[in-house]
């Protein structure tokens, strides 16, 4: 039963999206025009570090770089932002040398402080029964939200020999992602990119897995970001789970049909926070799914959300370009959607079991499962392809990742550093390892 606030958060959020939904014209933008945004959270790190200490250090560093830097929900998490830059014709330079420059200057700070920045998906340094958030209203509120309201009975235990307990909705603050903001040409191009992105994006974070260890455990989950969040936000009721309804996290129920089909989705879960006049901003910001749309100012942006943060900028600007290419070719070939719940079985298989599990393809003649490599290097041509044909490929970076299909993703480079699969490491030794895998930047 919604109390009268979340029925007015509701009524704000109708108003504004009815109001762009009548004015889709404001949201045409010219053809061909590739504009990106970049968003990265990394995590910075001292042993024996508080988690006051944490906050203070990362509060300086945002500080004194406002424009471009925030907060997020965990106090030695940092976020780094581009500006929307058009990368064909030879932007994609302009866009890596600002992020470059962004990442070296928060990086100077942190050796400055003692500290080490983290490129990893996961933290698996800072105790899961120690984790202090960021003191900001929401960060208070939408994790106390999901811990109030968990599903109960739910198993909130993962990996072996005893297991890590991810029942607290603030496990998230220990997740960092590389997030790619692509601008749509209209509310018609902004669902199918949104669509086949959902489905492609299993093969893309195959390349990337880059988050398996957690309170200095190995997980044996090859990505727990994703597996950590739906379990420590599921609210949903034994009637929701009965009648198909999925999270606000990871995947949605099916494809969206069109913009007010998006809307609707988005302002089916409950707001949390309080403020009716940015009501469809936070409907959006809370709407977890592993692509998104949101509305900023007069442009819809598809939001891609799956890939951790990974060890070096050149592989994470592989892995944008790989992601626009594969969404161009798709496009251009007007491609088959693969049947959702396939979809579903393929990022499951990927988060357990990354470069190493099956997928399925949707080919002339029908259904047909493969293993996830030979999958993931089809995928790579196809993306290259796409990316020809827009004038983006550049082989500096999009090569280094077919590298994967033989080396293995950071994930896997981690394991075979270890040597060994212990339920717990030394701090000490997966520290050293992590640095061996360029994890650590120091």
Same mark, same amino acid.
């Given at each position: 039963?919604?109390?009268?606030?979340?029925?007015?958060?509701?009524?704000?959020?109708?108003?504004?999206?009815?109001?762009?939904?009548?004015?889709? /014209?404001?949201?045409?933008?010219?053809?061909?025009?590739?504009?990106?945004?970049?968003?990265?959270?990394?995590?910075?790190?001292?042993?024996?570090?508080?988690?006051?200490?944490?906050?203070?250090?990362?509060?300086?560093?945002?500080? @004194?770089?406002?424009?471009?830097?925030?907060?997020?929900?965990?106090?030695?998490?940092?976020?780094?932002?581009?500006?929307?830059?058009?990368?064909?014709?030879?932007?994609?330079?302009?866009?890596?040398?600002? !992020?470059?420059?962004?990442?070296?200057?928060?990086?100077?700070?942190?050796?400055?402080?003692?500290?080490?920045?983290?490129?990893?998906?996961?933290?698996?340094?800072?105790?899961?029964?120690?984790?202090?958030?960021?003191?900001?209203?929401?960060?208070?509120?939408?994790?106390?939200?999901?811990?109030?309201?968990?599903?109960?009975?739910?198993?909130?235990?993962?990996?072996?020999? *005893?297991?890590?307990?991810? *029942?607290?909705?603030?496990?998230?603050?220990?997740?960092?992602?590389?997030?790619?903001?692509? /601008?749509?040409?209209?509310?018609?191009?902004?669902?199918?990119?949104?669509?086949?992105?959902?489905?492609?994006?299993?093969?893309? %974070?195959?390349?990337?897995?880059?988050?398996?260890?957690?309170?200095?455990?190995?997980?044996?989950?090859?990505?727990?970001?994703?597996?950590?969040?739906?379990?420590?936000?599921?609210?949903?009721?034994?009637? /929701?789970?009965?009648?198909?309804?999925? %999270?606000?996290?990871?995947?949605?129920?099916?494809?969206?049909?069109?913009?007010?089909? !998006?809307?609707?989705?988005?302002?089916?879960?409950?707001?949390?926070? !309080?403020?009716?006049?940015?009501?469809? /901003?936070?409907?959006? *910001?809370?709407?977890?799914?592993?692509?998104?749309?949101?509305?900023?100012?007069?442009?819809?942006?598809?939001?891609?959300?799956?890939?951790?943060?990974?060890?070096?900028?050149?592989?994470?600007?592989?892995?944008?370009? %790989?992601?626009?290419?594969?969404?161009?070719?798709? @496009?251009?070939?007007?491609?088959?959607?693969?049947?959702?719940?396939?979809?579903?079985?393929?990022?499951?298989?990927?988060?357990?079991?990354?470069?190493?599990?099956?997928?399925?393809?949707?080919?002339?003649?029908?259904?047909?499962?493969?293993?996830?490599?030979?999958?993931?290097?089809?995928?790579?041509?196809?993306?290259?392809?796409?990316?020809?044909?827009?004038?983006? !490929?550049?082989?500096?970076?999009?090569?280094?990742?077919?590298?994967?299909?033989?080396?293995?993703?950071?994930?896997?480079?981690?394991?075979?550093?270890?040597?060994?699969?212990?339920?717990?490491?030394?701090?000490?030794?997966?520290?050293?390892?992590?640095?061996?895998?360029?994890?650590?930047?120091?």
């Amino acid at each position: 039963m919604k109390n009268d606030r979340e029925k007015e958060m509701e009524r704000a959020f109708w108003h504004k999206a009815n109001s762009l939904l009548l004015d889709s /014209e404001q949201f045409v933008k010219p053809g061909k025009i590739v504009r990106v945004g970049l968003e990265e959270e990394i995590a910075i790190y001292k042993k024996g570090l508080s988690p006051n200490d944490y906050e203070q250090i990362r509060d300086e560093i945002v500080a @004194q770089n406002q424009e471009w830097t925030d907060v997020e929900l965990g106090t030695s998490q940092i976020e780094i932002r581009t500006l929307p830059t058009i990368i064909t014709n030879g932007g994609l330079c302009s866009l890596v040398d600002a !992020y470059n420059e962004r990442l070296a200057i928060v990086t100077r700070f942190c050796r400055e402080k003692g500290c080490v920045v983290l490129r990893t998906g996961a933290n698996p340094f800072l105790p899961i029964d120690k984790i202090q958030r960021t003191n900001r209203e929401k960060y208070q509120l939408v994790p106390s939200h999901h811990d109030a309201n968990r599903r109960a009975g739910i198993n909130t235990i993962v990996g072996s020999n *005893g297991g890590i307990d991810i *029942g607290q909705a603030a496990i998230v603050s220990l997740f960092q992602s590389f997030q790619i903001n692509l /601008e749509a040409e209209s509310f018609e191009d902004a669902i199918e990119k949104l669509n086949y992105s959902l489905m492609i994006g299993p093969q893309i %974070l195959a390349l990337a897995t880059n988050s398996r260890f957690l309170n200095l455990q190995d997980t044996g989950i090859s990505d727990i970001r994703m597996p950590a969040w739906e379990i420590s936000h599921d609210v949903r009721t034994l009637e /929701e789970i009965n009648s198909g309804q999925e %999270l606000r996290v990871g995947l949605p129920e099916r494809y969206f049909i069109d913009m007010k089909d !998006y809307f609707n989705r988005t302002a089916r879960f409950p707001f949390i926070l !309080y403020d009716p006049e940015h009501a469809l /901003e936070i409907g959006i *910001g809370l709407h977890w799914t592993d692509t998104r749309i949101k509305v900023i100012g007069n442009s819809l942006v598809v939001e891609f959300r799956l890939i951790p943060t990974q060890p070096h900028l050149s592989e994470e600007i592989g892995l944008m370009l %790989l992601w626009i290419g594969r969404i161009v070719y798709a @496009q251009k070939a007007k491609e088959a959607l693969l049947p959702f719940n396939y979809v579903r079985e393929n990022r499951t298989s990927v988060i357990n079991h990354g470069l190493s599990g099956k997928a399925w393809r949707l080919t002339s003649q029908g259904l047909r499962q493969y293993s996830t490599k030979v999958m993931v290097a089809d995928e790579l041509e196809l993306a290259i392809a796409g990316l020809k044909e827009i004038g983006l !490929y550049h082989a500096e970076f999009v090569e280094s990742l077919m590298e994967r299909l033989h080396k293995g993703t950071p994930s896997d480079l981690v394991c075979q550093g270890l040597g060994r699969s212990d339920s717990k490491f030394s701090e000490e030794s997966l520290f050293n390892t992590f640095c061996r895998c360029g994890m650590i930047v120091e």
